[in-house]
């Protein structure tokens, strides 16, 4: 058998092997509470507590639920019936002053204790390395009887009931009790959204309390009522179970209803889109509606009375509508003859709307002129005169031929008069030709403008002069 010593690599595998291993124990050994070896000792004193039955080496101190320190050592206090516990605690939060303060506190119910401290103020006198906090300066532990007692002994008596009623509940359901308490905080997380929104309806849920309250209250006032309403629910009950075959028969075609139901509704949601732009479309129509509607709610108290009316109107109609039927037949001589007259009137009436400013001013005019009066001694005179306008011209008499200053037009167009030739710069009302003018131009200086009227309409025609002439008149007799 040949033997060899270990290779440099080998023995350097085996060495980082070995500190690994001590170093997971280490790890291990600090997380379960244990102290590193050869670690140097921080700064440490000393505390009586009169109850510690519960406090063990390794537990934490604690300042504002920042672990500061641990528990090194206890013993019994040689000065009196305490446990003396002897604290480490870090260089940082070093030296503890004497007005400090000390107490025992529970982490859970389960009784995990630790020292909770003050460190107390910088400016009185540091308790030194090894020293003891005063009695004095060590809070007496409140323990879970302690608190219980602050009740009245009725109180007490009802919980030490409610507990002993309990642990006949959870009899032989421990496990189902460990699995309730384990997945509480699940449960609690998944309740918090309800919680929430509970939180925010609380007025709405105080008053679903208040109501339900109510309900039942109303519920138990008449008993009669609620026994019957009992009764007839068990009758309902009982005539389902007879029908429970059509029941049956409904459930299983219930999910093709739901499938009809999907199929329809995919189809409603397709309408729907479609029929957006049409209800977009009838938005305006709607909003224009609205006025119509409501004069029609302020017509509605009228038309109500005439509708109510109408069954009197009907009855009357059935002499009334005939008689009316003999009238008219009866007009028909009279209707016929007025057509000829019509026919030669109606002419004459399109003229004078033709020609109602003209009309008016011909009935006007005399008046107007007849206003002017003068001052005269003669006594056979009435004082009154009539203005006259005579117009002298190279054109006064009858010629043969007609000047280039000749613009005048007999059938003046009636709404020439509104002075339109003139705003269109030509400075003249229209003519009937403008040939001897030179042709149709807009007004120069001495020289006004020029431009020939258009045809108007006059008895359905286009005409640059009205020709008076009869209405055609159709009609038949019998």
Request: glycine fraction near 8%; hydrophobic fraction near 40%; proline fraction near 5%.
């Given at each position: 058998?040949?033997?060899a ?26 997380s ?5 070896p050869?670690k ?14 519960t406090?063990?080496?390794?537990a934490?101190?604690r300042?504002?639920g920042?672990s ?14 305490k ?6 605690l ?9 007005d ?10 389960l009784?995990?204790?630790?020292v909770?401290?003050?460190?107390g ?9 090894g020293g003891?906090?005063?009695?004095a300066?060590v ?8 608190v219980?007692a602050l009740?009245?002994?009725k ?18 359901r ?70 429970k075959e ?19 509704l995919?189809?409603v949601?397709k309408?729907?889109?479609d ?8 938005g305006p ?14 017509a ?7 509708f109510r ?8 109609s ?23 007259f019509?026919?030669q009137?109606?002419p ?11 009309v008016?001013n ?19 005179s009435?004082?009154h ?27 003046l ?6 002075a ?7 400075n ?6 403008c ?5 149709d131009?807009?007004?120069?200086p ?13 008895q359905?025609?286009?005409e ?9 008149f ?5």
């Amino acid at each position: 058998m040949k033997t060899a010593g270990a290779t440099r690599t080998q023995t350097i595998v085996m060495a980082v092997f070995a500190f690994s291993c001590f170093g997971l124990l280490l790890f291990l050994w600090i997380s379960f509470g244990g102290t590193i070896p050869l670690k140097p000792k921080g700064y440490r004193v000393q505390i009586a507590f009169p109850e510690a039955t519960t406090l063990a080496a390794q537990a934490d101190v604690r300042v504002a639920g920042v672990s500061i320190g641990k528990v090194a050592k206890l013993e019994r206090d040689p000065a009196g019936n305490k446990t003396l516990a002897t604290l480490q605690l870090e260089r940082a939060y070093a030296p503890l002053h004497k007005d400090a303060k000390a107490i025992l506190r529970q982490k859970t119910l389960l009784g995990e204790t630790y020292v909770e401290l003050t460190l107390g103020h910088k400016g009185t006198p540091a308790i030194p390395e090894g020293g003891k906090l005063a009695n004095a300066r060590v809070e007496k532990t409140v323990e879970l009887d302690e608190v219980l007692a602050l009740f009245p002994k009725k109180t007490r008596a009802d919980f030490r009931r409610w507990m002993a009623n309990s642990s006949q509940a959870i009899q032989g359901r421990g496990q189902d009790l460990n699995d309730a308490i384990g997945n509480l905080s699940t449960f609690a997380q998944s309740g918090s959204g309800l919680l929430e929104t509970l939180d925010r309806r609380r007025d709405s849920l105080k008053a679903l309390v208040n109501q339900t309250g109510t309900t039942f209250a109303a519920i138990t006032r008449d008993e009669n009522g609620l026994r019957a309403f009992i009764a007839d629910t068990s009758k309902w009950f009982k005539a389902t179970a007879s029908e429970k075959e059509a029941l049956a028969q409904s459930i299983q075609i219930f999910p093709t209803f739901l499938k009809e139901s999907r199929a329809t509704l995919s189809r409603v949601e397709k309408f729907s889109v479609d029929t957006k732009p049409l209800v977009d479309d009838l938005g305006p129509v709607a909003r224009d509606l609205k006025p119509t509607l409501a004069d029609l709610r302020a017509a509605s108290p009228d038309l109500q009375t005439a509708f109510r009316a109408l069954p009197a109107l009907t009855a009357q109609s059935k002499t009334g509508l005939p008689a009316m039927s003999r009238v008219l037949r009866g007009l028909t001589p009279v209707l016929d003859a007025t057509g000829p007259f019509l026919s030669q009137l109606n002419p004459v009436l399109s003229w004078l709307q033709l020609n109602q400013g003209t009309v008016a001013n011909f009935i006007s005019g005399p008046g107007a002129a007849l206003q002017g009066k003068t001052q005269t001694n003669n006594k056979e005179s009435n004082g009154h005169v009539l203005p006259q306008l005579i117009v002298a011209g190279s054109q006064t008499m009858i010629t043969p031929t007609r000047s280039a200053d000749n613009r005048g037009n007999t059938y003046l167009d009636p709404q020439s008069l509104n002075a339109d030739g003139f705003k269109r710069g030509y400075n003249i009302l229209s003519n009937w030709d403008c040939k001897t003018a030179g042709g149709d131009h807009k007004a120069a200086p001495k020289d006004p403008g020029c431009f020939v009227q258009a045809p108007f309409d006059f008895q359905g025609k286009q005409e640059r002069f009205p020709h008076v002439l009869a209405s055609d008149f159709k009609g038949s007799t019998k």
